[in-house]
């Protein structure tokens, strides 16, 4: 079995500028620069004939044109009033949108149910332990909340498998789609 998801990968330039944000939080895993991303689709578990099928579905998605997307704010995500996640915010942007729903349509195509989560793009930044302060979590996004990147070309979009190890996730691009 294989976790799959589908994402746009974040260009070096601009996860280096995020990097320089991760710091100053004692408890957050913070995510390696080749691995930031935005997530389109996630599909979860996956045999290797979804798999397959899931592939040739995601063609239907490709050749629609690149688009710019921003980056804006940070925010965290969680339950309990515990934030769980730090991420970096996507501003609204309506061909992202729709490239997120054909890979959405291509796993349910191939017979993998859709997250029942409604869409927010975001970059994941870091993961947090539970013992992380709730008022250091707040101190962080109030110092990082005036992010904004310039306008990021994106030409591609990826199938990634991602593997779950002891020390976090290890995502590998398992086949690319041009826009």
């Known amino acids: 079995m294989l976790r799959l998801f589908t994402a746009l990968h974040v260009p070096?330039?601009?996860?280096?500028?995020?990097?320089?944000?991760?710091?100053?939080?004692?408890g957050a895993k913070w995510r390696p620069l080749d691995q930031l991303h935005i997530t389109l689709a996630f599909y979860g578990e996956a045999n290797e004939r979804q798999a397959d099928d899931l592939a040739s579905e995601l063609v239907k998605a490709e050749g629609r044109g690149a688009f710019e997307l921003e980056l804006s704010g940070v925010g965290a995500f969680g339950d309990n009033h515990r934030s769980q996640t730090l991420w970096a915010g996507v501003k609204?942007?309506?061909?992202?949108?729709?490239?997120?729903?054909?890979?959405?349509?291509?796993?349910?195509r191939a017979g993998l149910p859709p997250e029942r989560r409604d869409?927010?793009?975001?970059?994941?930044?870091?993961?947090?332990?539970?013992?992380?302060?709730?008022?250091?979590?707040?101190?962080?996004?109030?110092?990082?909340?005036?992010?904004?990147?310039?306008?990021?070309?994106f030409e591609t979009f990826g199938l990634y498998s991602s593997i779950l190890t002891d020390s976090g996730s290890v995502y590998?691009?398992?086949r690319e789609y041009y826009l």
Do not use: F
């Not at 070096?12 to 004692?26: K, Y």
């Open 12 to 26: 070096e330039h601009i996860a280096e500028t995020l990097a320089r944000r991760q710091s100053g939080l004692p």
């Open 92 to 108: 609204a942007s309506e061909p992202l949108t729709q490239l997120a729903a054909r890979c959405k349509t291509a796993g349910e």
């Open 119 to 153: 869409y927010r793009p975001h970059v994941t930044l870091a993961y947090l332990k539970p013992h992380v302060d709730p008022d250091r979590v707040g101190a962080w996004m109030t110092g990082h909340n005036m992010l904004h990147s310039p306008p990021i070309r």
């Open 172 to 174: 590998t691009l398992e």
